[in-house]
């Protein structure tokens, strides 16, 4: 073969396997194009844009009164397309961005108008589609920003991109902040009401198109179709009133840094309702002093700490026996000066002591004042020795052993034994009698109190009144009924009877007995395992009151438990008592709609109450309040000469300047300066002089010197 025959031939060949793989090509890209072209496509529309979830704004959390106890507040994250439509052309935006620069160094002066301008400037060279300029923005900074330059082109234009993120914020600060509770992904059991009703707060998520940018940044679509809005979360009313919730944390509080105590809590729960008007729980700090600085709220013990509850759960006790004709008020016992040793076969299994001298013999209503332990051990004892399961049984029976199932979660699981538990003995039931060998929280004690309060009806307590959506109720709730009687109505008299003689006469007369209002309720002193130890020779003590008050028309239930003080007296009186007094005192002052029986004081004409002249109905409702007898002049005869307070109302000519003497500032001024004129002041006090005397003419506009003493 030739040389020439044999290039043709290699030539020949290379041109057809160009060919054949032109061919393929072509072949290929038909196939792409049009068999698999919409399963690329959509797959490069994915790779390029996705959606990206808006969160919702969260519900409101309101206190009963409609105060904010947590909200969202939106926070923005601003960002900018440096080729937006209205700044594509160089000339329109390096002819303004100087200006843009100026107005963020005066919003923001971290960085002075030269770093914004070159930022912005550099950002512009870098090609940048979605520059970040601000995080953590307000809704006012925003409202400004928007009249920027550049960015007041408009929307598409100006190239500024919002996002919008939500802050949650508590506006009473630590007010009840555990029972609010917090949202947070990376805890798996919910906290407080934040917790326990999500579904309804979290609202539904939107849906955002984002597309991806040189960088792999993805940036939002401006394309209002193309997004889902997100569906805001509904409102929760819950039963805490700021001011009471106010007055527990601080008496809490005082009281813990006084006693140098470990922790405590206070519930106080309207009687009728189940309604939690407060509930405070503070913890000490490990390591830190005895100041208001280190005591948090970490831990809801109110609803959490199960422990001996200790004398107050005498209350379940002689209610059994009172209720099982075992014993009734005038039934005696034998104290023995407050130690009593319990034998079986002639060995002392323990000795029972009172924390103080207790004379024999005692009735069931005194040894109940004055929280005898001997006397409970020797009625529950000799009665309920051979058959323990008639008094475990009543107490099932008061659902002591269940929980409440409360709104919120955490509740404990409260521990009352029974004969059938393996860990019964010979000193369960003894025990059990004035309050050991059991687990039961505060709040579950305390509704056991309430039930007494509420004439023998037990119900579920309820920390959220209500759901609402733009304001309309969606879902009420109401305190589930847990036993409709706990015990007789004779029981029942008794046990009212023993409880308000706690106060009156026993325990709870020196720091909790209060001449204004009846309170009936119950001190406890318990001695508490440290911490899984047992019960060492270093003893720890529990101290805690529970009642309720106004005795005789009950609206509030309480309970105090301070944990472990260690400095001053341990008992219950001392610690516990001060804090109810301190909240029960100022709850009692605050409810206008509690019967208070306040005497009338009757006054007469010769020795008036100190008053200034001024808004007459607003001294009207002071008087009523005091209980003091008003006097209104009669039209012809002057003033009524009987016993009693005069009002006589103060009264002006229009265009003349009013007579404020004897009035107070607030008064003085509004009267004044509705009558036209400005007003000077000097000194403090009611008002001793008037630089233009009362029914002179002078021009509106004039001012007037008014003097205070």
């Avoid at 959390?61 to 106890?69: E, F, K, N, Q, R």
């Avoid at 955490?410 to 309050?435: D, I």
């Avoid at 056991?448 to 959506?469: C, D, H, T, W």
């Avoid at 009924?481 to 006469?505: F, H, Q, R, W, Y």
Wanted: proline share 4%; with cysteine.
């Amino acid at each position: 073969m030739s040389i020439r025959t044999n290039i043709l031939l290699r030539v020949y060949l290379a041109f057809g396997l160009i060919l054949l793989f032109a061919l393929a090509v072509v072949v290929q890209m038909y196939r792409l194009q049009f068999v698999q072209g919409n399963k690329w496509k959509a797959m490069a529309s994915k790779l390029s844009t996705r959606y990206e979830s808006v969160e919702a704004t969260r519900g409101n959390i309101l206190s009963v009164d409609g105060s904010l106890l947590a909200t969202s507040v939106p926070e923005y994250e601003l960002h900018m397309d440096m080729f937006a439509g209205g700044i594509e052309d160089d000339k329109m935006f390096y002819g303004k961005v100087d200006s843009l620069a100026l107005k963020l160094s005066q919003l923001y002066p971290d960085k002075s108008e030269t770093e914004y301008s070159r930022m912005l400037r550099d950002a512009r060279k870098d090609s940048s589609r979605y520059e970040l300029i601000r995080r953590k923005v307000t809704f006012q900074e925003l409202k400004q920003i928007r009249k920027f330059p550049i960015f007041n082109l408009g929307k598409y234009k100006g190239g500024l991109i919002v996002l919008q993120q939500n802050k949650r914020i508590l506006p009473f600060r630590s007010l009840a902040a555990r029972t609010i509770g917090y949202k947070n992904e990376n805890i798996k059991n919910p906290v407080g009401l934040e917790g326990a009703f999500a579904s309804y707060i979290n609202g539904e998520n939107g849906k955002r198109l984002m597309q991806r940018i040189a960088g792999g940044t993805y940036m939002p679509v401006n394309d209002e179709d193309e997004e889902i809005p997100a569906k805001d979360g509904a409102d929760i009313i819950s039963t805490i009133d700021v001011n009471y919730q106010d007055v527990a944390q601080d008496a809490l509080k005082k009281q813990l840094i006084k006693s140098q105590a470990d922790h405590g809590c206070v519930v106080l729960m309207e009687v009728a309702t189940g309604e939690i008007r407060a509930i405070a729980n503070f913890t000490h700090i490990k390591g830190g002093g005895y100041e208001a600085k280190d005591y948090q709220e970490k831990l809801n013990y109110a609803i959490s700490d199960a422990r001996d509850p200790g004398s107050t759960f005498k209350l379940a006790s002689y209610m059994t026996a009172f209720d099982q004709h075992k014993i009734d008020t005038n039934s005696l016992v034998d104290v023995e000066g407050g130690k009593y040793k319990m034998y079986y076969k002639d060995k002392v299994l323990k000795t029972f002591t009172d924390a103080e001298y207790n004379p024999s013999p005692m009735t069931a209503k005194h040894a109940f004042e004055e929280s005898s332990n001997v006397a409970v051990v020797k009625f529950i004892s000799s009665h309920y020795q051979n058959n323990p399961k008639e008094f475990t049984d009543n107490l099932y029976a008061l659902h002591l052993n269940e929980k409440l199932g409360l709104q919120i979660h955490g509740e404990a699981r409260p521990v009352v034994k029974n004969p059938a538990n393996r860990s019964w003995s010979k000193l369960t039931l003894p025990q059990m009698a004035y309050g050991y060998e059991m687990q039961i929280t505060p709040l579950q004690m305390l509704t056991l109190y309430n039930s007494i309060a509420n004439n023998g009806k037990m119900i579920a307590p309820i920390f959220v009144r209500e759901i609402q959506r733009m304001g309309n109720t969606v879902e009420h709730f109401q305190a589930r009924i847990i036993n409709p009687k706990v015990c007789s109505d004779a029981t029942l008299g008794k046990m009212k009877s023993l409880l308000e003689g706690v106060v009156l006469n026993g325990t709870g007369k020196t720091f909790i007995k209060n001449n204004l209002y009846s309170v009936a309720g119950k001190t406890g002193t318990a001695q508490i395992a440290n911490d899984g130890a047992g019960y060492g020779e270093q003893k720890t003590y529990q101290a805690s009151f529970c009642g309720y008050f106004p005795a005789d028309h009950p609206k509030y239930a309480m309970i105090v438990v301070i944990n472990h003080p260690t400095a001053g007296n341990y008992l219950a009186a001392y610690v516990a008592g001060p804090v109810f007094r301190e909240v029960a005192d100022r709850v009692y002052s605050s409810d206008l709609e509690m019967k208070h029986n306040t005497p009338a004081h009757f006054v007469g004409n010769t020795t008036l109450p100190k008053v200034k002249q001024g808004n007459i109905s607003a001294l009207k409702q002071v008087y009523s309040k005091l209980g003091v007898k008003p006097l209104y002049a009669a039209a012809n005869t002057g003033l009524d000469t009987s016993s009693g307070l005069p009002y006589e109302e103060v009264k002006y000519k229009a265009g003349t300047v009013p007579t404020v003497t004897g009035m107070g500032l607030s008064d003085a001024l509004y009267l004044l300066g509705n009558a036209g004129y400005k007003v000077g002041v000097k000194g403090s006090g009611a008002v001793k002089s008037q630089s233009i005397a009362g029914g002179s003419r002078v021009p509106k506009g004039s001012k007037i010197t008014i003097e205070l003493e």
